[in-house]
């Protein structure tokens, strides 16, 4: 499973700090930790409260290009911001995120053909999130036509069914679900499917057990990405274990330690 | 018909065995195995950068259980290591694989200075790169390879066999010596992915291992092993980095000994001529072993040798 690492974003207080006194070695260090758990991909994101989100976005990827060229998830609202991040951050970024609304993807399609990048696109319109799998799907196929209009390969489309925490919209998780198993039947080849996976366990008493079960269930159901914490330990066991019964790995005693060795 | 080409995300790593002068070894030539980044000989999909080795099989002891017909091809020189790695060096092999049975402890036992000096004799003989085998009891070899590894510093051979329970030893003198290590477990691929995480958790480069899953003659367990060397591979082309080393397989020592390379006429008079019908084992065995993807192949009869080096270069012909 391709991982997208979280951390790095201004939502973080140590981040926050780090934007804010121009400290890159806090940066470099949430960069590195992250990688060397097993990120594949590291998600940026200057926060809310950011002023000036152009400067410190530059200012955040420049950083992460000191100790690393690892792919970025440029992860903004702003169009500017957005294709400033991907112009700097080279081939194989990804845009985080458009969703089925036309006006975006219209918007955000075009850079993704421009800098080459991957495109996650979220299953909701202005109208919100759906709670069924038969709409979100509906939502899904619309995004495949827009990449195809615009000439971005739907190999680089990463559907992101949304879920919302489990206290607030249960019946969603199943639906999410039954959304990530029939992506792959919209087209060929299929988009890939990936997940903002702690949004599930907002609010929960135990958010670390309430994320892994979902991820455990959500790769059975053919998850291909998830923008996650790796410094989760458990979270990532969980991972490996799941993608080894589903037969990705080969199995030897030390299969955690031997995943992703090089 | 659409041409279905795949694209893996992973390759075999490629292993040098042998040292020229420049490296501080005394070989006149380095030999190199693995790399390919597609299944076997599929020029169209992928790059074999090598093309699979063979190494021929020197014993330091008569082997006496071989068959007439075997023997008869080394006759001169079967009492002779050092004469018998030159003869094979002659015979076209790209590296000489010497098998010290003469410190077996229910045989001859020789002790680790006498097999360490064989090791030096032919390397004076020959200028090929060699491979370096015990005489397969752990507890004798694990007291010997430090000497053989020593006694062959700077010549980066390939020594074996680590197995699970000598692999620390074995490690260890791998590294001392700088050569690279053969890994071998009982036709299992979990245990052969578990053999070499163990052997690279003391620190050992895992591109400088090479596998033995385990080798089967013809009609005695081939399948077995070619389904694990392919499974084996795939999990190479898949980019599991533990799974990613050179595969050796053991074609000789598997033909000669089974009974159809042995019963002669007389007995069999049903199977043919004994003396073709072994070569022939051997070369079906080999032809096998090249397609399920072995990157090294230790044979013995130079006929049989003959055959599949013109074999390997049909198939690497683009």
Known sequence: ?262 | MEHVIEKWPGNVYELTIGATKEDGGTRSRKVKAGGINTLPFLHFEGLTPNQPLIAMEVWDIEPSEWPENLKNEFNEVLNNAAQWAKKCEDLGADLICLRLLSADPDGKNASATEVARTVKDVLSATSIPLMILGCGNNEKDSSIIMDISQIAKGENCLIGMAVKENFKTFTAAAQAGGHSLIAETPLDINLEKQLNILISDMGFGSDRIVIHPSTGGVGYGFEYCYTIIERTRLASLSNDKMMSQPIITFVGQETWKIKECKADETEKPEWGSLKERGVLWEIATASGYLQAGSDILVMNHPKAVNEIKNHINKLMEK
């Open chain 1, 1 to 262: 499973m391709l991982i997208i690492g979280e951390k790095i974003n201004g939502m973080f207080k140590n981040v926050k700090e780090a934007i804010q006194s121009k400290n890159k070695s806090i940066i470099h260090e949430i960069a590195k930790k992250q990688l060397d758990a097993g990120a594949n991909v590291l998600d940026v994101n200057v926060g809310p409260a950011s002023v000036e989100p152009l400067k410190d976005m530059e200012w955040l990827i420049h950083s992460i290009r000191e100790i690393s060229n690892a792919p970025l998830a440029i992860d903004t609202t702003k169009r500017d911001v957005m294709e400033l991040g991907l112009s700097i951050a080279g081939p194989d970024s990804f845009i985080n995120s458009a969703s089925g609304q036309k006006e975006k993807l219209d918007m955000l399609l075009p850079l993704a053909k421009k800098y080459k990048s991957k495109v996650i696109a979220l299953t909701m319109t202005k109208s919100g999130v759906p709670a069924n799998a038969e709409s979100r799907l509906e939502i899904a196929a619309n995004i495949v036509a827009s990449c195809m209009e615009h000439e971005v390969e739907v190999e680089n489309l990463y559907i992101d069914a949304v879920i919302l925490p489990v206290n607030v919209a249960q019946e969603h998780a199943n639906a999410v679900l039954e959304t990530i198993r029939q992506c792959k039947l919209i087209c060929d080849p299929a988009p890939k499917t990936i997940l903002g996976l702690s949004n599930v366990s907002q609010g929960t008493i135990d958010r670390p057990l309430v994320d892994r079960t979902f991820l455990a269930m959500a790769l059975a159901a053919g998850l291909d990405a998830a923008i996650l914490n790796p410094l989760d330990k458990e979270l990532m066991n969980v991972m490996i274990t799941a993608e080894l019964l589903l037969g990705k790995n080969i199995y030897c005693d030390s299969y955690l330690e031997a995943y992703g060795k090089k």
